[in-house]
């Protein structure tokens, strides 16, 4: 479910007429509903009901700090992968001991800020950063509270791309070494164990894969045990899809999630953590963007939009659907026609849909891009010397501009030109 409704032949985000805030920012841009973005971590969090958990928000889903900050005043806590995420978590009000530190390449440099700012975990990724995380937590004179993320080798039935539990793929340690490896950070004066990780990959749509990966954790969970290690604290990471196409078969619930967490790991007595971004996010957002011409082709007709590649990378990226609807509600039995919907970069990869069936639209139409919230505007880039889009967010009837549209002297004037030149 989300905040973008047609009512009276006009799609509302909440209680604001798209097209007001599409006539005061300038298109496109993306717009995010406080409503949806609470809704759906409240779904995690009382799905978890019963349990000691804390849902911690995958910020690399979307970063803005007014999207941070609106869900850590729920109650959650943050899931980072880099200095800077930490630093957005921190510059939003996330006290340290909410924030968990993952990622396969932390720096030296990371590890200091977060132990220094405060940190709830960190999620070792292999024995190099076992290592160095103990020798700068020895320098500080301090300890730092560590998971390790095992790979269980588990098929997430998910996009190449985006499956991180299998063998092949760079994320954690070989499940069937994890003792051997939970014994040398045992060993490390620097380190505290406080638990394990475990995160198979992004956009799954069934269960099962999520039950063959708990079930290992909790057979591994009772071999760490046995030799000794405290092992309360269960990472399990993120992953849980979404529809990105309201005739798509929907995925689990999140309620049903949290069952399959209860029912193979609620014996264990471990306080459970869950990761998830793209549920929260995904479709708490949207992009707006304008017709600029309607193309003939040979063969096909052309949508050219002056959102692009560079601000949604998804379709690019990932051949990934996103619906796409009129800011005007089509009349009842109005006829459709296939069209190819691009950007004007100079890319043929500038294609957000081909043969998309729409009503007719003309230029300066206003179009969205449904569950464009996750992995839209963290991903975007000013390739082709295009700023990056303003973002919005919705609360009610109000909106604001959390994050500006620069200018093309901001954008030019990064640039260094050197004396000899």
């Not at 995925?251 to 990761?275: A, F, M, R, S």
Request: overall charge negative.
């Amino acid at each position: 479910m989300d905040h973008f409704l047609y009512r009276d032949g006009a799609l509302y985000a909440e209680d604001v007429p798209v097209a007001e805030i599409a006539a005061t920012v300038g298109t496109p841009f993306y717009l995010y509903s406080t409503a949806t973005l609470l809704r759906h971590y409240r779904l995690f969090d009382e799905a978890l009901k019963g349990t000691e958990h804390l849902v911690c928000y995958a910020m690399k889903a979307a970063g803005n700090q007014a999207i941070i900050k609106t869900l850590a005043e729920a109650g959650a806590g943050m899931d980072v992968v880099s200095e800077g995420e930490y630093r957005r978590a921190r510059a939003a009000g996330v006290p340290g001991d909410k924030i968990v530190f993952s990622g396969v390449g932390k720096t030296a440099q990371e590890m200091r800020t977060a132990l220094l700012g405060g940190i709830r975990q960190f999620n070792v990724e292999s024995e190099p950063e076992m290592l160095l995380l103990d020798q700068v937590a020895q320098s500080l004179g301090t300890v730092a509270p560590i998971t390790v993320r095992v790979n269980p080798d588990v098929d997430a039935q998910t996009h190449a791309k985006i499956a991180t539990g299998k063998s092949e793929n760079k994320f954690g340690i070989p499940i069937a070494r994890a003792r051997e490896v939970y014994a040398q950070a045992a060993a490390l004066p620097g380190l505290q164990v406080v638990g394990i990780d475990v995160h198979i990959g992004s956009q799954l749509t069934r269960l099962e894969p999520f039950r063959q990966a708990y079930q290992k954790v909790a057979e591994l969970t009772e071999a760490l045990r046995a030799d000794g290690h405290d092992i309360r604290r269960l990472d399990l990471g993120g992953g849980l899809g979404i529809p990105y196409t309201r005739s798509n078969e929907a995925p689990p619930l999140p309620t049903e999630y949290g069952q399959l967490i209860k029912e193979v790991l609620g014996d264990l007595g471990c306080e459970i953590e869950i990761e998830p971004g793209r549920l929260i996010a995904g479709n708490a957002g949207i992009l707006v963007s304008s017709v600029i011409y309607v193309k003939a082709g040979e063969g096909r007709d052309f949508l050219i939009l002056d959102a692009a590649m560079n601000d949604l990378i998804r379709p690019a990226m990932y051949e990934a659907w996103h619906d796409i609807v009129p800011l005007v509600e089509p009349a009842a039995g109005v006829e459709q026609r296939p069209y190819d919907i691009v950007g004007p970069v100079c890319e043929t990869g500038d294609t957000f849909a081909r043969d998309r069936m729409m009503p007719p639209l003309a230029a300066g139409d206003l179009v969205a891009f449904r569950s464009a919230g996750a992995y839209g505007a963290v991903m975007a880039s000013e390739y082709n010397a295009r700023p990056l889009v303003p973002e919005v967010l919705v609360k009610g009837d109000q909106f604001a501009v959390i994050r500006r549209r620069p200018t093309f002297d901001e954008l030019i004037n990064r640039d260094t030109i050197p004396a000899w030149l």
